[in-house]
């Protein structure tokens, strides 16, 4: 073997090293919600592109409980090695408002990494309310106060929050039950046992034609590409109704920037693939990519708001 020869082979087995290394790598995206939530979904589509994009293998962790402090609780003390990140949404910011005394700060225990898009929810009944539209079922409950229920996906959950925000603007009375995760929700809606919820329009979307559920109406500002056959809230009588959130991963405070920076940069690419930006958007997450700087911005004026909104209904976990 010359000597160039040699040289070539002593770099290439470097190189195949620090290929085989980073392959070796296994980046968690960490759920706040059980299988079959918005976050759950979400972090399960791109987790494979992501994985190729990084070169390393990507899982995803479920973490349920209590609102999706748990979850956060374990991202927020984690090793800030890149390779642990929390599958968020604004629920983050509403739970950590909610609750008193968390191991963590919902906003500076964490950094912005990458940002997936903005989702809006669905207000669904069981079929068992014999309400065929909005104006029924608020009709039915305001006629019976304390009658019904609504479930959430904990205290502070967007599930819990988007429900109570519209309870306060149409000035009902129902009783709030929090479950565990959406999933969850979702099949006490089909049983009956549960009267209503708001949902995101990713995780009903596969029950749009289930004769047991009924999808009343949406939140976003105009209606869903996807459901246009749904009203939306403001269209339904209620005008000045809008819920909409972000969802994106999110780092451990410590995280290095340049770590941070990478996957910012592939999940991006990741969720402007057309592809993949095709059934983001059919499942009800509009996808938008953001530098780090924007992020952070987000959610700076996310906590903002979700402290403020806190503060507004005064909710406790009583």
Not at 16 to 43: E, K, N
Not at 56 to 80: D, E, H
Not at 264 to 274: D, G, L, Q, S, W
């Amino acid at each position: 073997m010359t000597k160039t020869n040699f040289l070539i082979a002593i770099a290439l087995t470097c190189l195949w090293g620090t290929i085989s290394a980073q392959d070796h790598r296994t980046i968690s995206l960490v759920v706040p919600f059980s299988a079959g939530s918005a976050q759950d979904v979400s972090a399960r589509l791109i987790s494979e592109p992501l994985a190729q994009e990084l070169h390393a293998r990507v899982v995803v962790v479920n973490k349920p409980g209590a609102g999706g402090t748990i979850a956060s609780a374990y991202v927020a003390g984690a090793k800030p090695d890149g390779l642990t990140y929390l599958m968020a949404s604004a629920s983050h910011h509403l739970a950590g408002a909610v609750y008193p005394a968390l191991p963590y700060h919902p906003l500076d225990s964490f950094r912005g990494a990458g940002l997936l898009g903005f989702s809006e929810f669905v207000l669904i009944t069981s079929e068992s309310m014999r309400t065929p539209d909005l104006a029924a079922f608020v009709a039915r409950v305001k006629s019976n106060p304390n009658a019904f229920n609504y479930a959430s996906a904990g205290y502070g959950s967007t599930t819990h929050v988007g429900m109570a925000s519209f309870s306060k603007s149409a000035n009902l009375q129902m009783a709030h039950i929090p479950l565990k995760g959406t999933s969850e929700i979702i099949n006490e809606v089909l049983s009956g046992r549960i009267q209503a919820a708001m949902v995101s329009s990713l995780s009903i979307f596969g029950y749009r034609a289930d004769p047991r559920v009924r999808l009343l109406a949406t939140t976003g500002a105009r209606r869903s590409e996807y459901l246009a056959d749904v009203p939306t809230i403001a269209e339904s009588g209620f005008p000045q109704f809008k819920w909409l959130v972000w969802a994106g991963l999110l780092a451990p405070a410590a995280t290095p920037a340049e770590k941070v920076e990478d996957i910012n940069r592939a999940v991006a690419k990741v969720i402007n693939e057309p592809t993949m930006h095709t059934r983001l958007t059919q499942l009800g997450l509009y996808p938008k990519s953001l530098s780090r700087a924007q992020f952070d911005s987000v959610l700076k004026d996310d906590w903002l708001h979700a402290s403020q909104l806190m503060d507004q209904f005064k909710m406790t976990q009583d």
